[in-house]
Structure formats: structure tokens, C-alpha cells
């Protein structure tokens, strides 16, 4: 139905269309609707599935049926859940401490003027552009038990007169899991927090100096702080990353040997998808998210008492 | 030249329209749009094959000719065997996919309510073809049908480097695993260790552990389904394999897929290894690339042997190769029609033989071909389904319970755990046990 409007003295009519969309919470609710039901779909609809399955006995090809928390019982008695849990923390704890450290120390330098500094930030960024499943399958063979070129150079070195076990002794196994996924991950944290360094005036720097403060000090007392805001959003979008990464270890590894590199999602994967325990897989990966709330919370109340101070 | 105009031509296209009876006319006539026959497509999802000849075959060959017989057009599409049952699980719970996906071992267990019924295949290949091995048909048939069609078995050797055996004193093969592990002793000592991945990994890890530990009289369950892994047996089997890690092999193994030590072998760095025939296909096929230390074909020093045996007999485990076709399939008619025409002799044999004895037929029939007799390196593949007498879940049967405990790699990890030297044996046998019983006493 249309009505008149009297503009300039002519009476126009508007259509109850445009009369909606001049109403900014009919207008602001339009807009919206395409994020929330991509929201709705990509992630609300999989997580409430995800919920459901881990309470049924749902199998491949069969429905199931109600279980309780049968599926976490059996999850938290599962010695190799257990494994994996540790591994997946061990594993995110130290790759996001040295990518943080990395990054940093890869920021600052970066944030300094030298030749080809274009260049140089650019080819930084190539581990995070190449596909994880190919660098990852790169670094398999750099870590191969019989064809290691590392182990080769190092041979033909002189420094080792035995292969070292990379991938075939579960400490070391697990440790070149950390090595790879900080070569991946460093150059997120290096871009960012350069970013954020170039908001930083550098007259804070120079006033600092003309005070008497060297580079560590300016570092700790002026940069450090004004980065932080930063730094703790790549921290949190980092650990939740690392917390839930498949395919490095997949590739890498496989979980093993012996398990021991096995990760929550690997796992996760391995029962629900090689085992075709669709319930019992989705009890184990939603082992993930209480931790990943967690983090996401601390994270959002820190960045709020630090806007308040 | 007779000028065409609109009557004519649409009276010479409905002429045109032979056997169809159905020209331009016919569809103004009827005032209705043509129905066109729906594509007769059937979409094969299998691994990419160890040996890449075959994979052309069904390809080249087979998608033509079954084209010309059939009129069915066939969709080959192949994937890393460990991607396989990602894409099973998500095309039976979207209910869409391929027509046939090819599953290993015991699989068709998992995935029984998602199949058709094959049995009709099955009894007609079995009785025209010598009969279905007895271990590929525990592993296809679930509630007394077959819910899929078993296509091949890769059979288990180990390929091993003549000479260097000879060199050590070893003129045939070692008949049990004493003798294996006294001889490894002296070929890792002289820097030419056994290869054997102990790896998470669905082929050569298992159906090497599997055997040896049925070899010292070790079992999963007993015939009721009763978890007695944690035994004495077991735990001699367990100590053995740590000894003979430690003495006789690459220590690498541990980090090994199903690739790695086909590489090992071919490069010289290992004496034996338990496999497929793909080793020897390989150093066949690539007679010029792969050379003995002295020069020669490196094909012309690979032998083959069964596993060796142990205090309680000897045992294979086989790698089983199955089709199933799937209930949501659109074209299961189609799937099924393609499976008998794959599965008559002279169609099968197309793909055989280029398998070179890599891949053996799912009947005994195939144990009679003359292909056999053009090698006599690959004789021990010719009838060693015969000697798969166990499966995973042994005593009990391989269905979803066992195939969980494979797929969690139990038996694997508790011999890679001691082998690694950071977990006791008897630490080990208990951790295995205890995790099987968790799976065999869920509900």
C-alpha cells in the first residue's frame, strides 16, 4: 500500500518499502541479516550440531541414540584423550610463546629502515601464504627419517655422527611440531604487532632517550605497553589456532609415534571420522571449547579494564 | 537447390529423428519438452593405487569398454587411502557422493547400513570363480549379507636383498623369528638394518604387528569377546620386538607411513622389509633407475618371503580392498551392473595382470593365471591369501568393535611404545589391553 508525501509543495507517493528502510532499527536489522545468518549457518548450526551429536551414539550411517555424557565419561577415562589433551596444551603454550617472542623480535627489526625493506616484509609473510598441508609436507621431508637433508648437512658437517631422530622419538617429534607451527605462525605476530608499532609516535621514543633511557628500557617502559592492546588479540586469535590445529600434525605426524604427538582434533578426527564415532568425536573436539572460552574471556576482560584505566 | 522453408525443414528434422521418432515436429506436435534418458554415470571413489598402471586401466580401459557394453559412463576418481573414510563418513551423512567407494579391511563393518545389498554379485563371482577367500568374506558380509564386494587383496611378503642375507650367512629366507632376529642382528651391524614402520599408519604397520603377535599365541579377544590381550603370550611377543628393534632395525620405523620404507629400500638403506609386491613392481619398472651396489638391476636381488613364524605357528595379515555400493546412490542399478561387468574374468583380467601380483583376485581362481608363471620372484604372493586365517578382533569377529581398536592403532602403538624404549613391555601389553577393554565393554 502506498501513501502521499508532500515534498517541495508536490505530493509524491513512497512506498511502504522506503518508509521501512528510513526506520534506522528496520534499516539496521536488514544489514545485519546476511552476517547473522552466515553466523547462523557456518557456525551456530554446526556447534548446536556438534552439541547433539556428543550426547547421541550417533554413527556413521546410524542415528543413535540419547547417551547423556556418556561420550565425555568415556573421553576422560580414554588414556590416549588424555595424551592428546596434555600434547595440544604443551603444544599451543610453547609455539604461541615463541611466536610471540619471534614475532616481536621480527617486528622490531622490521620496523627499522633498510634496504629493500619492502621486499624483505613481503617474502616474510610467505610461510603464513603457503597452504599449511604443502610447508607441512616440506617439512616432513626435511625431517625424514632416512632422507633428512638436516641430518645429512649435519653429517656431512661433522657435527653428528648419528641420524637425529626427528620424527621418530616422540620428544623431538613433538618439539618439531612446535618448530613448524612457529615458522608458520611468526610472521602473523611480526605483521601485527609491526602495525602496531608504527601507531607508536616516535617522539615517545625521543623524549625517552633525551631522558636518559636505553633501547631496553624504551622498549619495556614505552613500546611494550602501548603494544599490548595488540599483542594480546594476536595472543588470543593465536592460541585459539594453535589450540585447534589438525592439519600440521596430520601431515607431519600422524600422532605419532606412539601417539605422542596426537592432538585433541587429530584425535578428534581419528574417532570420529576412522572410526566412524560421530558422537564420540564430537564429545572429543568440544573438549576444546571450555579452554578456547576461557582464554577468549580473560582476554575480553583485560581489553575492557584496560580501556577503563 | 529446393529453398527450405519452415514447413519443410521441420518435416525433414522429424524425419531425421529415427528410432527416437521424436524430430522438432514430434516436440511441437506434443506441445511438451523432450525427455532425455538421465545420464547413466557411475562415480568409483579407490585409492591411488601403488601401482599407477592400474589406475590407468580403470581409466583407460575399463571406462571405454564399459561405456560400449553397458552404455555406462564411468567416473573414476582416485585419493590417499587414509583420506578415504573422510570422504565415506561425510557422502553417507550428506547422502550424496559416490556411487561406489572403495573401503579396506573391515570397514564395510562400519559403514553396513549405508550399503546395497551385493550378495547376488558376491554368490555369482564366488561360485564362477573358485570361491571368495573365507577372511575377505567375514570382512563383506554383515547379518548374513554381503554389503560389499570384495575386489582385491594386497598381499603381505617381505622383499628382501638376496645377497645381503647371503652375505650374512642367510641363504634362504629366516623360517622364524629367532632365526629373523639373529640375522638382522648381523645386517643392521653391518649397517643394512631390517625396515618396518611401527608407525599410525593403515597398511604395512599392521598387517606386520598383527601377525606377530598371533605368532607367539597372542590375541585381541577371546571367541565370546572377552579382552585377553594382557597375557603372557603377548608380553613375550612385546619383549621379543623390542630386542629385534633395538638389534636389527632402522629405529627411524617408528616415524614411518606406508610410503617410507618402499623408499628405504630402494635407496639401499635397509636389507628387508614387510610390504606389498610394490617394492620389487617398482624396481622392476624401473629397472635402469634402481641399482644394485655392483651395478646390476636392483629387481634381479629382491626375493620374497611369507612372515616368519613364531612358538604358536605362522600368520599373514592381507590388506583387503572392497567395494561398496552405496544406498543413497542415485544410480545403484547402474553400480551394481558395473561391479558384475568389472568382476567377469576377461574384464578382470585386464586389471590383474597389470598388478603384476601386487594385487591378487578376491577368488581362488586367480591363483591359476598364467601371469604367475612369467615370475617366479612374485610366487609367494600367488596363494598367500591362503594363509590369512585371523583378522583384526580375533578370536571374536573383525566388526565394529575391532575396527575401532584398529583404527585406534592399539596393537601398533604397544609394540611402537616399548620399541621406543620409553614404555616397558608389560607397561605397554596393560596400556593396550585396558584400552581395548574400554571399547569391547561400551554398550
Excluded at chain 2, 100 to 114: D, E, F, G, Q
Aim: net charge positive; charged share 20%; glycine share 8%.
Amino acid at each position: 500500500m502506498n501513501e502521499t508525501l508532500v515534498v517541495n509543495g508536490r505530493r509524491q507517493r513512497v512506498s511502504r518499502l522506503t518508509r521501512l528502510l528510513e526506520s534506522e532499527k528496520a534499516l539496521a536489522a536488514a544489514l545485519l541479516a546476511p552476517g547473522v545468518a552466515i553466523l547462523v549457518i557456518f557456525i551456530a548450526y554446526p556447534f548446536v550440531m556438534a552439541l547433539w551429536y556428543s550426547l547421541t551414539s550417533i554413527r556413521v550411517g546410524e542415528p543413535g541414540e540419547f547417551v547423556g555424557l556418556a561420550n565425555f565419561t568415556k573421553a576422560i577415562n580414554d588414556t590416549i584423550f588424555q595424551q592428546a589433551f596434555k600434547n595440544t596444551v604443551f603444544y599451543t603454550f610453547w609455539a604461541t610463546i615463541f611466536k610471540l617472542a619471534l614475532g616481536m623480535w621480527l617486528a622490531l627489526l622490521l620496523n627499522r629502515h633498510f634496504r629493500f625493506k619492502r621486499i624483505v616484509r613481503a617474502s616474510m609473510l610467505l610461510p603464513f601464504i603457503i597452504p599449511t598441508v604443502l610447508s607441512a609436507f616440506a617439512w616432513r621431508w626435511m625431517f625424514d627419517p632416512t632422507f633428512s637433508v638436516m641430518n645429512w648437512a649435519l653429517y656431512h658437517a661433522g657435527v653428528i655422527t648419528d641420524r637425529l631422530p626427528f620424527l621418530s622419538d616422540g620428544d623431538w617429534a613433538m618439539w618439531c611440531a612446535v618448530a613448524v607451527n612457529t615458522w608458520r605462525g611468526m610472521p602473523f605476530f611480526a605483521i601485527t604487532l609491526l602495525a602496531g608499532l608504527q601507531t607508536i609516535s616516535p617522539d615517545l621514543h625521543e623524549a625517552a632517550a633525551l631522558d636518559g633511557a636505553n633501547a631496553w628500557y624504551r622498549f619495556w617502559h614505552v613500546t611494550w605497553p602501548l603494544l599490548l592492546p595488540v599483542t594480546l588479540v594476536v595472543v588470543v586469535f593465536s592460541v585459539i589456532q594453535t589450540f585447534s590445529d589438525f592439519q600440521l600434525i596430520y601431515v607431519l605426524t600422524g600422532g605419532g609415534p606412539a601417539n605422542s604427538t596426537h592432538l585433541i582434533a587429530t584425535y578428534a578426527y581419528q574417532i570420529g571420522v576412522g572410526s566412524g564415532l560421530l558422537g564420540e568425536g564430537a564429545a572429543l573436539s568440544l573438549f576444546m571449547f571450555p579452554v578456547l572460552f576461557a582464554v577468549v574471556w580473560v582476554q575480553l576482560r583485560t581489553l575492557k579494564r584496560m580501556d577503563n584505566a | 537447390m529446393a529453398r527450405i522453408n519452415r514447413r519443410r525443414f521441420l518435416k525433414a528434422s522429424g524425419a531425421a529423428a529415427v528410432g527416437a521418432k521424436m524430430g522438432i515436429a514430434g516436440i511441437l506436435a506434443s506441445h511438451q519438452a523432450p525427455v532425455f534418458a538421465q545420464a547413466n554415470t557411475v562415480h568409483i571413489l579407490r585409492w591411488n593405487d601403488f601401482v599407477p598402471a592400474a589406475d590407468k586401466v580403470l581409466r583407460e580401459v575399463f571406462a571405454p569398454e564399459v561405456q560400449k557394453a553397458l552404455g555406462i559412463k564411468l567416473n573414476v576418481e582416485t585419493v590417499n587411502a587414509n583420506d578415504i573414510p573422510a570422504r565415506a563418513t561425510s557422502s553417507i551423512q550428506s547422502g550424496n557422493g559416490p556411487d561406489i567407494i572403495m573401503l579396506l579391511n573391515n570397514y564395510p563393518h562400519l559403514y553396513a547400513s549405508a550399503a546395497v545389498d551385493v550378495s547376488a554379485i558376491a554368490d555369482e563371482v564366488s561360485k564362477a570363480q573358485g570361491g571368495i577367500y573365507d577372511a575377505n568374506a567375514q570382512l563383506n558380509r554383515v547379518g548374513g549379507k554381503w554389503v560389499a564386494m570384495p575386489w582385491s587383496v594386497v598381499p603381505v611378503c617381505i622383499a628382501y636383498r638376496k645377497s645381503w642375507f647371503e652375505e650374512v650367512g642367510a641363504k634362504t629366507f629366516p623360517k622364524t623369528w629367532k632365526e629373523y632376529h639373529d640375522v638382522g642382528k648381523k645386517l643392521k651391524a653391518a649397517k643394512r638394518p631390517i625396515g618396518q614402520t611401527l608407525g599410525n599408519t593403515f597398511g604395512d604397520a599392521p598387517t606386520f604387528t598383527y601377525p606377530l603377535l598371533w605368532s607367539y599365541g597372542g590375541q585381541e579377544v577371546d571367541a565370546k569377546g572377552k579382552v585377553v590381550l594382557d597375557s603372557k603370550e603377548t608380553l613375550e611377543s612385546v619383549r621379543f620386538m623390542t630386542q629385534f628393534w633395538k638389534d636389527a632395525h632402522d629405529e627411524g620405523g617408528l616415524a614411518w607411513d606406508d610410503s617410507n620404507n618402499n623408499r628405504a629400500f630402494l635407496s639401499g638403506d635397509i636389507s628387508a622389509s614387510a610390504n606389498g609386491a610394490s617394492i620389487y613392481v617398482a624396481a622392476l619398472n624401473g629397472a635402469d633407475k634402481f641399482k644394485t651396489e655392483k651395478g646390476a638391476p636392483l629387481h634381479t636381488d629382491i626375493a620374497h618371503s611369507l612372515l616368519p613364524a613364531g612358538p604358536k605357528g605362522q600368520h599373514a595379515y592381507h590388506t583387503a580392498f572392497n567395494h561398496m555400493v552405496m544406498k543413497y546412490s542415485k544410480n545403484a542399478k547402474g553400480a551394481i551392473e558395473f561391479l558384475k561387468w568389472a568382476h567377469k574374468k576377461e574384464n578382470y583380467e585386464k586389471w590383474f595382470t597389470v598388478q603384476k601380483g601386487f594385487a591378487v583376485g578376491p577368488t581362488k581362481v586367480w591363483e591359476d593365471h598364467a601371469m604367475w608363471k612369467q615370475d617366479p620372484v612374485m610366487a609367494p604372493f600367488r596363494t598367500a591369501p591362503q594363509a590369512q586365517k585371523r583378522l583384526m578382533g580375533y578370536a571374536s569377529q573383525p566388526e565394529k568393535k575391532a575396527a575401532e581398536g584398529w583404527n585406534k592403532f592399539l596393537v601398533t602403538v604397544m609394540y611402537a611404545q616399548a620399541c621406543s624404549g620409553k614404555v616397558k613391555p608389560e607397561e605397554a601389553v596393560k596400556w593396550a589391553a585396558g584400552e581395548l577393554g574400554k571399547i569391547y565393554t561400551a554398550t
